[in-house]
């Protein structure tokens, strides 16, 4: 069973700084996968922040990308999200998610609907 430990949410004035942290336990294909950060604002569809793959590739959404930086411990399974200068439309419920990197196409490491292992999510929010 994959199991997920998010931590690091909270109230943050807006350009201020955050950073979220998951240690994932379980996965069994550890070689071949890919960690990121997902979000998902009330009323709003769910959609990828950022995500990294085991060999240090990243992938950044146009709306974070400059201000948010993924990192990863390979070592630990860990995954973090570095967020910086937040703005209130960052408020979200941010969600680990870990995958197989051989079972997603190039160009769809952003897509929600490629992910399997979702974490139960931590809350955002950025006060203005």
């Known amino acids: 069973e994959v199991q997920f430990v998010e931590s690091g949410g909270g109230l943050v004035q807006a350009g201020g700084s955050l950073t979220l942290s998951c240690v994932v336990s379980?996965?069994?294909?550890?070689?071949?996968?890919?960690l990121g950060w997902f979000r998902q604002a009330p009323g709003k569809e769910r959609e990828g922040v950022a995500t990294?793959?085991?060999?240090?590739?990243?992938y950044y959404s146009d709306s974070v990308k400059g201000r948010f930086t993924i990192s990863s411990d390979n070592a630990k399974n860990l995954v973090s999200l570095k967020m910086n200068s937040v703005k209130p439309e960052d408020t979200a419920v941010y969600y680990c998610?870990?995958?197989?990197?051989?079972?997603?196409?190039?160009?769809?490491?952003?897509?929600?609907?490629?992910?399997?292992?979702w974490g139960q999510g931590t809350q955002v929010t950025v006060s203005s």
């Open positions: 998610v870990i995958d197989r990197i051989d079972t997603i196409l190039g160009g769809r490491e952003l897509l929600p609907a490629e992910y399997r292992y």
């Open positions: 379980g996965f069994p294909f550890d070689d071949e996968a890919i």
């Open positions: 990294i793959s085991r060999d240090g590739t990243t």
